[in-house]
């Protein structure tokens, strides 16, 4: 399974836009690309998906550029409630659940 | 609501205890999972179960006992547990099997303190 290297943290501001970059330098051919979030004390959440280019859903955005080395994750306009921890994953498809978390970055929204 | 309940939410218990925690999918999935999360750490995936049956031990200590009756149920049953497996206890599902990845759905977890 590819390694994934993010911040471990990041600080931003109510209504500002989020950019958080994870390296996947070695992602295989079969590979998607995973964001998580986790609230304190629950579980993780995932939040979006993608294989390349860019993907938009109603809570985020993924970018990745052609070489697939890296993804950013993208968070419009963030809130209060955007404070958490953001895991970057590597994925094979036809997953066998084997799902490898690193430290994620931890994103603090402040007012 | 993720559809995965975790019971009980904390737990606290003596090292000579015998306590279960219980995991429940109302998602029709066939994977299930337990995942420990320490202080400041990254989560551990533990077991992994497929079709009721363990496909990974994640070479977790004997005193943690997974079950997998049917593929909406799973237990980790816990004995003579030491202070350092303090931790947040999670549960997850997914639907595996399909040519693409399938995420996997978290329940809120079991936050266990032993003395």
């Known amino acids: 399974l590819a390694k994934t290297t993010q911040p471990i943290s990041m600080d931003s501001y109510e209504g500002q836009e989020v950019n958080i970059t994870c390296s996947h330098n070695?992602?295989?051919?079969?590979?998607?690309i995973t964001w998580y979030q986790q609230f304190p004390s629950q579980g993780p959440r995932f939040i979006i998906q993608?294989?390349?280019t860019k993907v938009t859903n109603e809570v985020a955005s993924l970018f990745i550029p052609a070489d697939r080395k890296s993804s950013t994750l993208s968070l419009p306009r963030v809130s209060l409630s955007d404070t958490a921890v953001y895991y970057c994953l590597v994925v094979p498809s036809g997953n066998t659940g084997k799902l490898i978390f690193g430290q994620g970055t931890t994103l603090q929204v402040k007012p | 609501e993720t559809g995965v309940t975790q019971t009980p939410r904390h737990l606290v218990m003596g090292m000579t205890n015998k306590k279960s925690l219980k995991c429940e999918q109302h998602?029709?999935?066939?994977?299930m999972y337990w995942y420990k999360q320490s202080a400041k750490k990254p989560l551990e995936l533990m077991f992994v179960?497929?079709?009721?049956?363990?496909?990974e031990n994640n070479s977790v200590p004997s005193r943690f006992s997974p079950e997998c009756p049917n593929s909406s149920h799973l237990f980790l049953h816990l004995h003579t547990l030491q202070p350092e497996d303090s931790a947040l206890y999670l549960c997850a599902s997914s639907h595996e099997g399909g040519p693409d990845y399938n995420e996997q759905f978290f329940g809120p977890g079991t936050r266990l303190t032993v003395l």
């Open positions: 993608g294989y390349k």
């Open positions: 070695n992602i295989a051919t079969n590979d998607y």
């Open positions: 998602l029709g999935h066939n994977a």
């Open positions: 179960y497929n079709f009721k049956e363990q496909t």
